[in-house]
């Protein structure tokens, strides 16, 4: 069976209806003057947006929250994901390295990555589970200079010749090009030559890399 995301937030709205007194309380509780523009939700005659529910996050960040749990779980993502419109702005936090590379699950249950640091990047984003990595090496230069950051988007689908974030069993955590996905994995990079490849068996995840971020648009949090 296909995932319809418009059905599934039309039955997570109407759940959220009920339990939070009806279509004209739960739309005062969004900031509408009353419940019409929930009905028209729930029947489909408007769509759930990504532009909804990030106007939902603004006002109501739990709500958005329970709007998109069982979405997020049923795409494989972590519940608490909250969707942004296209060419919107937002903080994307920058994730630490540890023991030579990024943690083994970047993202827990909740709404913040394992690893996340003090630091964020104002970047546009539609990857609700994007974050920020430091480049260390310099096998991507000229496109990917040590001391910038990558901007990692787990929610795309990396295709051949696409920039990822690999990271191995052994903790390394490797930013490459992506060559062959046959009998297991090849990388390359921009400044040399080498070929590196690995069973798929040696491979925790890949992740595809959207663009380079310079270093001056990282700020502290706090």
């Known amino acids: 069976m296909s995932f319809d995301p418009q059905e ?3 039955r997570r ?3 959220l209806a009920e339990t939070r007194g009806g279509k004209t ?3 005062r509780l969004l900031g509408y003057r009353d419940g019409a523009y929930i009905g028209q939700l729930l029947r489909g005659e408007r769509p759930i947006n990504e532009k909804t529910l990030a106007l939902w996050a603004e006002r ?3 709500i958005a929250r329970q709007m998109v749990i069982g979405e997020a779980v049923s ?3 972590p519940a608490g994901a909250i969707p942004v419109p296209p060419g919107k702005q937002r903080e994307i936090v920058v994730v630490g390295k540890v023991a030579g590379g990024l943690p083994e699950r970047i993202w827990n249950d909740g709404d913040q990555p394992i690893g996340a640091t003090d630091r964020v990047g104002a970047v546009i984003s539609t990857d609700p589970l994007a974050f920020l990595c430091e480049v260390t090496e310099d096998s991507m230069v000229p496109k990917y200079v040590p001391g910038d950051f990558a901007l990692v988007e787990p929610g795309t ?3 051949l010749e696409d920039d990822v974030i690999v990271r191995l069993h052994t903790g390394e955590t490797l930013l490459k ?3 062959s996905r046959r009998n297991g994995y090849r990388f390359g990079s921009y400044n040399n030559s080498t070929v590196l ?3 798929s068996e040696d491979v925790t995840w890949i992740y595809y890399v959207a663009y380079p971020v310079p270093r001056r648009k990282i700020k502290q949090r706090w």
């Open 8 to 10: 599934q937030r039309r």
């Open 13 to 15: 709205l109407s759940e």
């Open 25 to 27: 309380a739960l739309g």
């Open 60 to 62: 109501q960040p739990d």
């Open 75 to 77: 795409q494989g993502l």
């Open 157 to 159: 689908e990396p295709e």
């Open 177 to 179: 090009r992506l060559l």
């Open 197 to 199: 490849s690995f069973p």
